[in-house]
């Protein structure tokens, strides 16, 4: 059944969907078809980075792949929800169209049909998972993959048959390295290491494990005082929209993780250091693709599948519309590329939906026309890209917290909390006079046409980004 699937699926990819070069089942791999190493975080916003210009954390790794590629310092999540952005970063849909979050029905099949890795398999790529999952496909359609290792945070720390504690940023590596190194040479691959980290340990509250640390990084960032969130001030949570004030998902964490001073401190090192472990963890996987002959050829992605709030507003987690839920970083390094186009920072919006494109892409196929979002390759290869986005969607759709929809652009955000009681809620900020989202203007005249161009696009994502169809079970 399985291999009657992907003959179907790459039939139907070399006779409808259009490739830029002719798919076979098994095809002979050339040295344009460059391997990809997929590197995804959890509960990591875009500043958190050395190279972002984060004071504290050390990423020496992560800011070497961003001096050598391109770093996009305007890229969100379609989603601030781990299941439904994993969703998207597979299918290239927005969580409307593939319709999953926790607690619905699975992504419907054709849209496991033609997830990126699908694809790339069908184009005789060998394709490796690690790590967090995270989602799930209607049963017969889920991702074929030709080695995967599911590792989740619960716990960490996880007993060896030997009985020693490895964790689980440290069996992601393992994986990956295991992967590569068992690679055929002619064979090009995508391996997608999917670590559980910086996720807090949500059934362990108590401070210094709540966030697990890698053993390599016990003591550091002991001895610095870890300055106070940057929307401290009281009066960004006193401006939150009334039914956030009290929420109880992201209040309620807020007092498992910050509200102390001293579970601030010792969290926020905890959670320094299991950056810093991912970033070590990236330097062995990133020794073996040296070793193996293969840096030359491999496209190396880093992001995360939503942003994070550490205390800002008086909140935790993630879910909202602000920025620091919504903003990931994003570096893709393409050893190919001419040197004048790398270590370059660009500010295009670019959101998480444009991933699967991206990869597809890269493997030398042309993505599907119901992808939404749109490959990235050309500011990679340092390309001038004409006519791209001024506008993007997010959105959020969860039982445990308010659904809202959103859209933003270089200057303005505006937002819509519809199943609220009193009706919508309407949200709109001015990002050029108010980066830090204080002040709601969607009651003001001055600005009531803006709000209208603001509403008017979010009919258009809404219109466009059709909901998704489920087989209907037999009687």
């Known amino acids: 059944m399985h291999n009657l699937r992907l003959a179907l699926c790459t039939l139907t990819l070399a006779m409808t969907l259009g490739t830029a070069h002719s798919i076979t089942a098994k095809p002979e791999s050339t040295p344009s078809q460059p391997n990809i190493l997929f590197f995804l975080t959890d509960d990591q916003r875009n500043d958190t980075l050395g190279c972002a210009g984060h004071p504290i954390v050390k990423t020496p790794t992560i800011d070497k792949l961003a001096a050598q590629g391109v770093r996009f310092s305007n890229s969100f999540c379609e989603a601030p929800i781990c299941a439904s952005s994993r969703a998207t970063l597979f299918t290239g849909l927005s969580r409307r169209t593939h319709g999953f979050n926790f607690g619905t029905p699975p992504v419907p099949g054709k849209y496991g049909d033609t997830s990126y890795p699908m694809l790339l398999k069908a184009a005789g790529y060998r394709i490796g ?109 006193e401006a939150l929209p009334p039914f956030l004030m009290e929420d109880g998902l992201s209040r309620g964490r807020y007092f498992w993780r910050w509200d102390t001073n001293e579970k601030y401190q010792t969290n926020m090192r905890a959670y320094f250091r299991m950056l810093t472990g991912i970033d070590l963890t990236i330097a062995r996987v990133l020794k073996t693709l040296k070793d193996k002959g293969q840096a030359d050829n491999t496209i190396i992605i880093y992001s995360a599948d939503n942003g994070y709030l550490m205390g800002d507003r008086g909140m935790a987690g993630k879910w909202n519309h602000y920025e620091q839920s919504l903003r990931v970083p994003l570096i893709i390094h393409d050893p190919r590329s001419k040197k004048s186009s790398r270590g370059k920072t660009l500010d295009e919006l670019v959101s998480n939906i444009d991933i699967a494109a991206t990869i597809v892409d890269a493997a030398g196929i042309t993505p599907p026309n119901h992808y939404q979002g749109a490959s990235l390759m050309s500011f990679v290869a340092g390309k001038k890209v004409r006519d791209w986005r001024t506008d993007i969607f997010t959105e959020h759709a969860f039982s445990r917290y308010p659904d809202w929809d959103a859209v933003r652009n270089d200057r303005y955000k505006y937002a819509e909390y519809y199943d609220e009681k009193d009706g919508p809620y309407e949200i709109l900020f001015d990002l050029k006079k108010d980066p830090t989202e204080l002040t709601n203007l969607a009651a003001n005249p001055e600005y009531a046409r803006v709000l209208d161009a603001m509403k008017s696009r979010m009919t258009d994502f809404r219109k466009n980004y059709q909901k998704p169809v489920y087989k209907k079970k037999a009687k």
């Open 129 to 237: 998972f690690a790590g967090k999952y995270g989602m799930r496909f209607e049963k017969g359609h889920d991702i074929q993959w030709d080695a995967k290792t599911p590792l989740r945070g619960h716990p960490y720390l996880k007993k060896q048959k030997d009985g020693s504690l490895r964790h689980e940023t440290e069996l992601c590596g393992d994986a990956a390295i295991s992967f590569i190194e068992s690679n055929p040479a002619d064979t090009p691959f995508c391996m997608v290491v999917a670590f559980n980290a910086s996720h807090a340990a949500d059934d362990d509250h108590r401070p210094g494990h709540h966030f697990q640390w890698m053993a390599s990084t016990d003591g550091m960032y002991e001895d610095i005082d870890i300055y106070r969130p940057h929307l401290d001030d009281p009066k960004y949570r």
